[in-house]
């Protein structure tokens, strides 16, 4: 049988990842040789314990344990470098991705394809999130060169070359996703039906999510830039016009007076717009700086593993 491993980032899933792991053994069991790597994203409830746990149980389960939390797509990097299999399915730990649905994405990764994303028509949650959702959809194509038609999500299978060069990414601040379009344009999605959460809610607010988007937007693209070139031009543009027409008028009709308000209102637009620009211009030399002195992407604190004898930690 082919091998297959299984990624999954935990946080607050204490109740939940035991039922998540029991999915994934009984829907892959029969047509894969799967391993399940569950990474601790130093979740502030029990869900270490469960891990430990579940290795103890199983022997196709490895635990991981990060040092602090790093966030979603660090916890992911963390476990990658474990991966043995031919495949790789990235999930997440709240029960609203479907396991039964796995053999279905290997198929279409099968046909030819180098990722497979599964696509969710309805999503169960927040109106606003499924908005942020289309939004960040829309400003992928043309921020991280997406292929149109393509729906992505953090429920996807890739092949191991892929795994393989991803390992290779060393920012501490990873966007999986954006590094992903530039390994391949190779990919396709199946329909999935999005289920319910099986307990909690989402962790992820508006601010994080915001956070997020940015971090996406900037680390593989200059296009943020190219727009705040274009609009200081534009601005430029305006500033001289207005200009032209105010010595105009003041020539033709000396009576008028100096407008305060409307000079006001013209310093408070284009600093707004030189503040962008200076913020997005940060943003790119932030990333520089992080990644120049080497901060850490994630610290592994303890890997659990049962090879069949006693439980091991590595």
Known sequence: MKKLDVIIPCYNSQHTIRTVVDGILKATEERFDTRILLSNDH??????????????????????????????????????????GDY????????QHDSEYIPKLVEKLDEGYDIVYASFEYKKQAKWKSLGSDFRQITSEWLEEKPKGIHTSSYFVVKRYIVDELKKYPSPSPIIFGYLMKITQNISSVPVPHMARLQGKSGYNLKKLVRLWLNAATSFSVVPLRLASYLGFLSSGIGIAALAIIVVR?????????????????????????????????????????????????????????????????
């Not at 790789?88 to 029960?95: E, L, Y």
């Open 250 to 314: 003041k020539l033709l009709y000396p009576q008028i007076a100096a407008g305060y308000t409307s000079t006001i209102a013209v310093i408070l637009l284009f600093f707004g717009i030189v503040l962008i620009m200076l913020g997005l211009t940060g943003e790119y030399i932030g990333r520089m700086f992080m990644t120049i002195n080497c901060v850490p992407q994630y610290v592994i604190k303890e890997v659990v593993w049962n090879k069949g004898e006693e439980i091991k930690n590595v």
């Open 88 to 95: 790789v399915v990235f999930m997440d730990d709240d029960g």
């Open 43 to 84: 979740s502030p409830d029990d869900v270490w314990n469960e891990i430990k746990m579940l290795c103890m149980e199983h022997q196709n389960v490895i635990g991981i344990d990060l040092a602090r939390n790093f966030g979603q797509q660090s916890a992911r990097m963390a476990a990658i470098h474990f991966v043995e």
